[in-house]
């Protein structure tokens, strides 16, 4: 997110700019690790098969994966048996020096048992941790993909999306908040860009729609946060799949046959920052907002006047997010300062606020839950789960890979999706228990970082969309039966 009027990638957080560089890294050295299984495929063109060539390369993947762990595994054993040997031999010279009924040599023998069992222990724990970690990998890639399929993707922004959100009124459709200073509203079902919104100067941060009317919230790097109305139809069949074609002819980025509306100026601007809008939020009934900024400030603004009411401070560092409980005014607030903060409006006369430091990094979001909790994400790689009732110490850690950015949860079955800066989406129960890992492949999933996930469960169905600095949203549907069940 930046605050100047040029490109976004070149202006970006330094923390950004760090992610996006390993992450390119990382993804070249995949495809030259990839280039042996290719060739184990073509040598086995010619050998009689029912299986679909794609399915059988996967398998060849998958098997050469399995190889290399085991091979790895073998050299390391075989060190452990020299150090196991090399052990022994030098007690056996220590034993031989002291002969004589010495009576340390009963201790000699002790060590040298508690050694080479130790070793031994140490031996059985790489060889299960090893094989537990293979076949593992190998159940999130098969079963995944059952339990989490891909639903559409959303292609249209010259820049990262940092941000995604969906409408809690009729017609239900995407929006995507991205660097390259525009919003994008878009068909679920199609994938076809319904309205453009280009009314900010910087990138575009977050979005997110108001609980009742069609109206969107933008926080913006040109330090302002954007109140603007929509109206959209959705699409008919026959224009999809005409904007398809042309979008796989790659007619289509914002221009040509499927140009679409624009709304160029908001309804209200609320502009009291002095610093970088990171993100945005309605209050519960929507007459009210709060934006939290890099100016370690968050603002509550009323909706009708576009008046400041208050300026939250007390952070030490940047805001990060910021989130509202969808039935009580409360507001959460994330902050680089390795914190975040709750601010309790419910008494008009008292404005209370309680600090949490259960992190160790920067706390890159926190949200409520549509129960009585709270669960934070941060780049210390873990993600707690708070109760509001008792938040001296969380009730659930999840310890992860990766830094985790933008997390949500859904409503109705409580499942938390973290997007992760090495371009995995994992869902977790609220007890902490992992529960799938998005399918990731050359054809599918993000290719750079993820930066936010949103759910939608309308209509029986639960999809859930992500984003990430690859310039694509995803939509996926989730089996939630299924994935209980695998629990």
């Not at 079963?143 to 399929?149: K, N, T």
């Not at 929509?230 to 914002?254: K, T």
């Not at 310890?399 to 090495?422: C, E, K, Y």
């Amino acid at each position: 997110p930046t605050s100047d009027s040029g490109s976004a990638s070149a202006a970006r957080h330094p923390k950004q700019k760090r992610k996006a560089h390993s992450l390119s890294i990382r993804r070249t050295n995949s495809t030259e690790e990839r280039q042996p299984g290719i060739l184990r495929g073509d040598m086995l063109e010619g050998q009689d098969s029912k299986l679909p060539l794609a399915l059988r390369n996967n398998l060849l993947d998958l098997f050469g994966q399995i190889e290399r762990e085991f091979e790895n595994l073998y050299i390391e054993n075989i060190e452990l048996r020299r150090e196991i040997d090399s052990l022994n031999e030098r007690l056996t010279g220590d034993g031989q020096t002291v002969e004589g009924g010495d009576p340390t040599k009963g201790a000699l023998k002790t060590k040298a048992s508690h050694s080479t069992s130790q070793l031994s222990q140490k031996l059985k724990t790489t060889y299960k941790a090893s094989t537990s970690k293979i076949v593992s990998s190998f159940k999130a890639t098969t079963g995944s993909r059952a339990l989490c399929q891909l639903l559409k993707e959303y292609m249209g922004h010259r820049d990262g999306i940092w941000d995604l959100s969906v409408t809690r009124t009729q017609p239900v459709v995407l929006g995507t908040a991205s660097a390259d200073h525009s919003a994008l509203l878009w068909s679920i079902e199609t994938g076809k860009c319904l309205l453009r919104y280009a009314g900010h100067a910087g990138s575009v941060n977050s979005i997110k729609f108001h609980p009742t009317e069609q109206m969107a919230l933008t926080a913006s790097g040109d330090q302002t946060a954007h109140i603007w109305r929509y109206m959209v139809q959705l699409p008919a069949p026959q224009i999809y799949h005409i904007c398809q074609r042309d979008r796989e002819e790659g007619e289509v980025d914002g221009e040509g046959p499927c140009e679409v509306p624009t709304v160029r100026v908001a309804t209200a601007t609320l502009k009291s920052h002095q610093g970088v809008v990171i993100a945005a939020d309605w209050l519960v009934g929507g007459r009210q907002v709060v934006t939290a900024s890099w100016d370690r400030a968050a603002n509550l603004y009323e909706v009708e006047t576009s008046e400041l009411v208050h300026t939250l401070t007390g952070h030490d560092q940047e805001l990060t997010h910021c989130c509202t409980h969808p039935t009580q005014r409360l507001v959460v607030t994330s902050s680089r300062d390795t914190t975040f903060r709750l601010w309790d409006f419910r008494d008009p006369s008292i404005h209370s606020v309680n600090v949490f430091q259960g992190h160790t990094d920067t706390v890159t979001s926190a949200v409520f839950t549509v129960g009585d909790n709270v669960v934070s994400g941060s780049d210390d790689r873990t993600v707690k789960v708070w109760d509001l009732k008792n938040m001296r110490s969380p009730i659930a850690t999840i310890r992860t890979d990766s830094a985790v950015n933008r997390l949500s949860v859904s409503a109705n079955q409580r499942i938390i999706a973290l997007p992760h800066d090495n371009r995995q989406v994992r869902l977790f129960d609220m007890s902490g228990v992992r529960l799938a890992r998005l399918p990731r492949s050359n054809r599918m999933g993000h290719r750079r970082m993820v930066c936010c996930t949103a759910w939608n469960e309308e209509n029986q169905s639960c999809n859930l969309f992500t984003c990430g600095f690859d310039r694509q949203a995803i939509g996926w549907n989730i089996n939630i039966p299924a994935l209980l069940q695998e629990k």
